[in-house]
T-cell receptor
Framework: AQKITQTQPGMFVQEKEAVTLDCTYD???????LFWYKQPSSGEMIFLIY??????QNATEGRYSLNFQKARKSANLVISASQLGDSAMYFC????????????FGTGTRLTIIP | NAGVTQTPKFRILKIGQSMTLQCTQD?????MYWYRQDPGMGLKLIYY???????DKGEVPNGYNVSRSTTEDFPLRLELAAPSQTSVYFC????????????????????FGPGTRLTVL
């Protein structure tokens, strides 16, 4: 079974500062993918970034990067130069790559950017 | 492309009533999913489908049924609504492209619909 743990229920960050959202995972699968989704107050789920378990480089997408430490089973999301529009819930999720397309989600972190 | 669309956006049901949540995608995705999100929680998988005519249970299937007669549509049926089914329901779809190509799969993120907020009183 897969499990995602997000230990920060809420975070407050000053605008323009960088922020790290923590995510640890547990799986017995050798090949898997890790995802981060953003859920603004409007409710939709927005895909941010993906990291494959065999990817040697940390994934980056604009201001988002994923600090992937496989041995520690962590996949932290780093947002550089935070903006007011980054205020939202952030969910970490994982999926085994073979025989299982299902995403397992963490409980989320509510990020609030302070002007 | 409209992406993933869901109807209705909001619905209030009485205990014991039934309803169908509609989900349609126009991206020709083979995989479709239904999740529920309870307040303050992450999403939990109810049912999923890997293609037309094929469905399987997720983590929390009790009280729900699904069908997948076409690639585009994946309706979720609640037969006897209960207060425990008060939640926000998300439909999602994705396209799997990596099977059989080795150990470096192509990432295929799930695209989500806007959600249906259901209250059972």
């Amino acid at each position: 079974a897969q499990k995602i743990t997000q230990t920060q229920p809420g975070m407050f960050v000053q605008e323009k500062e960088a922020v790290t959202l923590d995510c640890t995972y547990d799986t017995s699968d050798q090949s898997y993918g890790l995802f981060w989704y953003k859920q603004p107050s409007s409710g939709e789920m927005i895909f941010l970034i993906y990291q494959g378990s065999y990817d040697e480089q940390n994934a980056t997408e604009g201001r988002y990067s994923l600090n992937f430490q496989k041995a520690r089973k962590s996949a932290n999301l780093v947002i550089s130069a935070s903006q007011l529009g980054d205020s939202a819930m952030y969910f970490c999720a994982m999926r085994a790559n073979f025989g299982n397309e299902k995403l397992t989600f963490g409980t989320g972190t509510r990020l609030t950017i302070i002007p | 492309n409209a992406g993933v669309t869901q109807t209705p956006k909001f619905r209030i049901l009485k205990i014991g009533q039934s309803m169908t949540l509609q989900c349609t995608q126009d991206m020709n995705h083979n995989y479709m999913y239904w999740y529920r999100q309870d307040p303050g929680m992450g999403l939990k998988l109810i049912y999923y489908s890997v293609g037309a005519g094929i469905t399987d249970k997720g983590e929390v299937p009790n009280g729900y049924n699904v069908s997948r007669s076409t690639t585009e549509d994946f309706p979720l049926r609640l037969e006897l609504a209960a207060p425990s089914q008060t939640s926000v329901y998300f439909c999602a779809s994705s396209y799997s492209t990596y099977r059989g190509t080795g150990i470096f799969p192509t990432p295929d993120e799930q695209f989500f619909g806007p959600g249906t907020r259901l209250t059972v009183l």
